[in-house]
Each structure stands twice: as structure tokens, then as C-alpha cells.
């Protein structure tokens, strides 16, 4: 969503005009960023301006975390690290439980200080919890004051616990499949009827490649025109300047 329709609160200048070009299409909205609750992603897009999406259609990785660890175990103990979102969301199906938690569950945002680590660490070395990770992204782009701004991403957060414990984390995020899987779901469509629209070459295109959807870069975000594709990494099926480009690209049907 980041980098693709909007950067931070400001609006992509043509994607209100690309959302309005696919809104026969079934589509949903996939964000590694956990911080907001899907129903203040629509809140935010239609503050911008954008016809409100249903809220089925966001899937955050917070949500999605929430969602998964109540598939492995319904009622979960869980203690979080993370911003509000991610409480909330793992609030709705599980138990937060300092002492004897299941799941030691790491969210991009703010709330990591000292004794929340110490507590997941202790909890991981002596209780055999999970460490779960909402995403693995290492930075994420924001502004500040105006300008381009560097934030430590859910990768950069979990990284102390890693070195810690000793643990490699469970990732939700992308580029890992379950969030485009959820996607497919509430789309009751395929991954190869389906066409992955982002921003960043690691994460958004690599993710969507591996799991067998058709992908579009738009060089609107992490990645800008002229920069040279890593050739390490799948390439997109269609790389465009921006989500006009794209438009030409595609047959909307
Ligand atoms: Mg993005």
C-alpha cells in the first residue's frame, strides 16, 4: 500500500483513478505494516480521498498474525511486542499471558524497550515459546517533517531476540506466502488468476513470484525509475513508472 498508494498521508497522484479502473476486478489491499487495524487502513484511505474499501479487503500483518496463531491454537497465549494494532488484533483471539505464553509475537512500531525484551527472552530460553515475526522487512520509508524519513522495520526489531535466543522466527509477512494466501482466500481465487501489484523487489514481487502470481513493479516507492533490478531476485512481469503505466499494461478483463 506504502509506496504504491500513498507515502505516509499523501496520495499517490493516479491511483485514485487506477482503484476506480479495477473496481470490477476483485482485489484486495496486503501490508506488511502491522501498526494500523485493517479498519484504520480504511479509515486512512478514505481521509485521503479514496472510495472506502470493505474492510475484508485489508489484510495487515498484524491481523493476519492474529488470525494464524488462532488457526494453530484457538485461545493462544501470546505476549506482544509492537504498536496498538498488533495488541488489538492478537486482543480479539487470544490471551495475553506474561508468564506462560505460547507465542512471543514481535510487531514493526514502537513499544520494544528493555524489560519487554527481557521478558521474551526469558519466555523463549525457559518456556519454550514460539517467536513469531509480523514482517521481516529490515527498514521501512516514512516522513518526517516533510522529508524522507528511515524507520526500523520488523526485521531491525526482532533482530536482539534472534541474537538472543538463538531462535529463527515464524514470519507472517511478505515475502513470506500467508498473506497473499489470505488474500486468494477471500478472493476465492488462485495465486495464478491473480496479478500482485508493489513497490518493493524483496519483498512484494519475490513473494508473489514464489507462489506462482503474475507481478507488477511500480516504481513509485522503494524502488524508482532508472534504478537497475537486482538480478538476484525474480524479475516483475511489468515494470512500470507508475500505476497509469501499469494501466496500459494490463487487460482489464
Ligand atoms: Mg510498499
Not at 171 to 199: Q, S, V, W
Not at 200 to 224: K, N
Request: net charge negative; aromatic share 8%; proline share 6%.
Amino acid at each position: 500500500m506504502d509506496g504504491v498508494l500513498y507515502h505516509g498521508d499523501s496520495p499517490i497522484a493516479d491511483a485514485f483513478s487506477f482503484i476506480e479502473s479495477i473496481s470490477d476486478i476483485p482485489h484486495c489491499f496486503i501490508t506488511n505494516n502491522p501498526i494500523k487495524l485493517p479498519e484504520q487502513v480504511v479509515e486512512k484511505m478514505t481521509s485521503m480521498g479514496f472510495a472506502a474499501p470493505v474492510i475484508e479487503q485489508i489484510i495487515t500483518s498484524g491481523e493476519a498474525t492474529a488470525l494464524w496463531l488462532n488457526q494453530q491454537n484457538p485461545n493462544f497465549r501470546y505476549f506482544a511486542i509492537g504498536a496498538e494494532g498488533l495488541h488489538k488484533s492478537l486482543q480479539k483471539y487470544g490471551n495475553e499471558d506474561v508468564e506462560n505464553a505460547d507465542y512471543v509475537v514481535f510487531g514493526e512500531g514502537a513499544g520494544i524497550d528493555y524489560e519487554s525484551l527481557s521478558i521474551a527472552i526469558n519466555l523463549i530460553i525457559k518456556k519454550q515459546a514460539r517467536l513469531i515475526s509480523t514482517n521481516p522487512d529490515n527498514t521501512v520509508d516514512a516522513t518526517r517533517s516533510g522529508q524522507h524519513w528511515v524507520l526500523p522495520g520488523g526485521g531491525a526489531l526482532v533482530a536482539p531476540i534472534v541474537v538472543a535466543t538463538g531462535v529463527t522466527p515464524i514470519t507472517i509477512g511478505k515475502p513470506f506466502p500467508l498473506l497473499y494466501e489470505m488474500a486468494f482466500n477471500r478472493m476465492k481465487l488462485e495465486a495464478h488468476n491473480c496479478l500482485m501489484i508493489g513497490d518493493r523487489p524483496d519483498t512484494d514481487i519475490q513473494g508473489a513470484a514464489d507462489i506462482g502470481m503474475r507481478t507488477a513493479l511500480v516504481r513509485t516507492g522503494r524502488f524508482l525509475s532508472g534504478e537497475i533490478y537486482p538480478d538476484n531476485l525474480h524479475q516483475p512481469d511489468i515494470d512500470a513508472n507508475s500505476l497509469s503505466e501499469l494501466l496500459k499494461n494490463i487487460e482489464l478483463e
